[in-house]
């Protein structure tokens, strides 16, 4: 089973918009991680927010996560044709050592 | 490049078969991870090792297993293989596995079997 679900599950936009992506969890985390996928592609490792933090940036992305919620949400800004890729959020499960993926968002960025 | 390298890149087999993918984690890194991710799909968390001991186990079939060398390589062996095995295997390595650490994946082995 996945620990996180990411919502929107797929989202177009143009160049130059911003796109946001959120992910629910269901455990405690001692952090969330957002990861990128190029199609087939390994997974790149985008930012960590540690669960007590609240907002992280890092260039042109914004992550912020509600632990009362059990939510996070990443933020692309000025999005680019090269932003085109499945994004993913990663917890540990239930403050385990098991690195547990959400199912993905995948967003399209048209020029 | 990520450092993690996985082998064989591509891998085609027949049902029933068996097969061993092969991850090579970046230097320095104790931790390893395995992951299923069928066509769409996300990853489903197979199974993790850490300084050659199974750390914690996911969805993992019966019919897979895995282990950490002393040199800190890792395989993961697929018997019995069916056509729903047919997917793309990631491995990922991590310094300390605690779930503290971004994981470092390497490109995937993708498995087709026929």
């Known amino acids: 089973s996945q620990q996180g679900e990411e919502d929107p599950q797929a989202l177009s936009i143009q160049e130059g918009e911003n796109a946001t992506m959120n992910c629910s969890y269901k455990?405690?985390?001692?952090?969330l991680q957002w990861y990128r996928q190029n199609s087939g592609r390994g997974l790149v490792h985008l930012i960590l927010?540690?669960?007590?933090?609240r907002e992280k940036h890092s260039g042109r992305l914004r992550v912020t996560l509600d632990t009362s919620k059990k939510s996070s949400s990443l933020l692309i800004t000025a999005s680019r044709a090269a932003d085109t890729a499945s994004y993913f959020c990663?917890?540990?499960?239930?403050?385990?050592?098991?690195?547990?993926f959400g199912t993905g968002t995948r967003l399209q960025v048209f020029p | 490049d990520s450092g993690v390298t996985q082998t064989p890149k591509h891998l085609i087999t027949a049902t029933g078969q068996r097969v061993t993918l092969r991850c090579s984690p970046r230097s320095g890194d104790l931790s390893v991870y395995w992951y299923q991710q069928s066509l769409d799909q996300g990853l489903q968390f197979l199974i993790q090792y850490y300084n050659g001991e199974e750390r914690a186990k996911g969805n993992i079939l019966e019919r897979f297993s895995a282990q950490q060398f002393p040199d800190l390589h890792s395989e993961l062996n697929l018997s019995s293989l069916e056509l729903g095995d047919s997917a793309l295997y990631f491995c990922a390595s991590s310094p300390s596995g605690t779930g503290y650490d971004e994981a470092f994946f390497g490109q995937g082995t993708r498995l087709t079997v026929v």
């Open positions: 927010i540690r669960s007590n933090e």
């Open positions: 455990t405690s985390i001692n952090n």
């Open positions: 990663a917890t540990d499960l239930n403050n385990t050592d098991k690195l547990i």
